[in-house]
């Protein structure tokens, strides 16, 4: 553990310590997160390397399941090679800790502008409740890092890709690049240690009505957890 974090050893340890869900003691964990961060020493450089190998290496879909503790697994998503933002943000935690880095997730409610027409028919809403982010904790503050979407897929949604430098918050651009409007920021839910699972679908069946919820998980089960539609083939609202 490095030194001058300026937080209380109680806090240094939990955000550095693996859970069931962010196993960052994880071999495949650990193997991947020194094959990112190579022969690197400074926190910093250390952790925008493992920024950018998630929000590239890990393909982003909403489709994907969310009930079970086991689809937020580290491990898991870092298998899979896909997941939707709180899987992200789970590998990115994971790997941060597993690098010595005191790492958390954070939660907030935003309303995206540019969503496909399949998604938003899908959901009901263009409310995105509980997505979930990355924070670090370096240079003596917490920095956030955003991974959901990987460069391809902002490319195709016309978004610039998002970047973070281990030094400012890496949070979405309200506008795209022909400055229509994007991402808004409506509720901040704070930050966790793990990941909240139960609060999350909670919060989905109160936001997106039960019924909803409920017909996703029944079909996730009947799939076998595979994605429920392909986002990759969906074009955004104009």
Known sequence: MRKGFGMKDSLDKRYLTPTAIIDSHHRTIVHHAM??????TDPVKQAVKLYYAVRDGIWYTP?????LAEHYRASN??????????CKASLLCALGRASGIPSRIGFANVRNHLATK??????????????GFTEFYLEGKWVKATPAFNSTLCKKH?????EFDGRKDS????????????????ADHGTFADIP????????????????????????????GKPLNDFDKEEILE
């Open 118 to 131: 399949e998604l938003i028919e899908f959901m009901g809403s263009d409310l995105f409740v509980y997505h």
């Open 171 to 186: 949070l979405f651009q309200p506008y795209n690049l022909e400055k229509k409007l994007f991402m808004e920021y409506v």
């Open 158 to 162: 016309r978004v610039a890709p998002l």
């Open 35 to 40: 094959d990112t961060i190579g022969g690197s």
């Open 197 to 224: 699972v139960d609060t999350i679908v909670a919060s989905w069946k109160e936001a997106y009505g039960k019924d909803r919820v409920e017909s996703w998980i029944a079909s996730f089960e009947k799939s076998g």
């Open 77 to 86: 998503v870092l298998k899979s090679g896909r997941g939707y933002c709180v």
């Open 63 to 67: 489709y994907y399941p969310f009930y």
